[in-house]
């Protein structure tokens, strides 16, 4: 099992709705910061590659709250393997607290045509063994 990647994002005041919590929709956004900012340093390879990757399916669970100038801290690791797809997991605690879990699963294509493709060897050495968050502490 692998260590999963951490972003902490600050809650901001144009992402906090009339109840005085984060909008529902900003969850996907973090989500997506987290994973870009993991993946960063494989993006370049990946491109020399011909590799990208789309999103096919999501899914939240939100489990409390968060507000204006909260860190929220997200949790990204791989829950699953294919071969041409994965499914991350993603986790999001304030200060320990549990606010949402989700998971994504993204799909490999070969640019430019964005034609399904084996993810490559770099790539999945690179984001690691899959791991059940459920069985890392937070």
């Known amino acids: 099992m692998a260590t999963p990647y951490r972003h ?15 909008f529902n929709a900003h969850y996907m956004a973090y989500m997506d910061d987290a994973m870009e900012s993991w993946l960063r340093p494989i993006r370049e390879r990946g491109a020399q590659l011909g590799w990208d990757m789309m999103l096919r399916r999501a899914t939240i669970d939100y489990l409390g709250s968060v507000t204006d100038g909260d860190l929220l801290d997200i949790d990204v690791a791989v829950r699953h393997w ?14 320990g607290r549990l606010v949402f879990t989700g998971e994504i699963l993204y799909v490999s294509v070969h640019v430019p045509e964005y034609t399904k493709m084996e ?12 791991t059940d968050l459920d069985e890392v502490a937070i």
């Open 119 to 130: 993810t490559p060897a770099e790539i999945r050495a690179y984001m690691g063994p899959e």
């Open 82 to 95: 294919g071969r041409t797809s994965w499914t991350l997991g993603y986790r999001g605690t304030h200060e």
């Open 8 to 22: 902490t994002i600050c809650v901001r005041y144009g992402e906090v709705d009339k109840q005085g919590v984060v």
